[in-house]
């Protein structure tokens, strides 16, 4: 009866201690979105990013690949001027790579 007891609390232990590494990662990565976001509206011009947010409903992982490489190209000073929407449509396509065109024939 013991042995059962002591089991139930161990389990307790350490349900609530993934509880809380789960909510310590959330928030940091809440903090991570956050300093990104100002640091990309520092970096962008309205349009750009609105239409950054257009890529992220349409397609998550290639704007959050787009969002990296920009803060990356930021950083290594490459991005000196704010990127406007023409800047930025140019970017994303040397950004993004090569899409190879799919060709089915029929013998």
């Given at each position: 009866m013991e042995?059962?007891?002591?089991i139930?609390?161990?389990?307790?232990?350490?349900?609530?201690?993934q509880m809380e590494e789960e909510q310590q990662r959330q928030a940091e990565k809440q903090i991570i979105d956050a300093q990104k976001k100002a640091?990309?509206?520092h970096i962008m011009d309205s349009?750009?990013?609105?239409r950054l947010e257009?890529?992220?409903m349409a397609k998550p992982d290639e704007a959050e690949y787009i969002e990296n490489q920009i803060i990356r190209?930021?950083?290594?000073?490459?991005?000196?001027e704010?990127?406007?929407d023409e800047s930025f449509k140019i970017l994303i396509k040397h950004l993004m790579p090569k899409k190879r065109d799919i060709r089915i024939r029929r013998v």
């Open positions: 042995d059962t007891e002591e139930k609390r161990r389990m307790m232990e350490q349900m609530q201690r640091l990309l509206k349009e750009a990013r609105s257009r890529i992220r190209l930021y950083q290594m000073g490459r991005i000196r704010r990127l406007n």
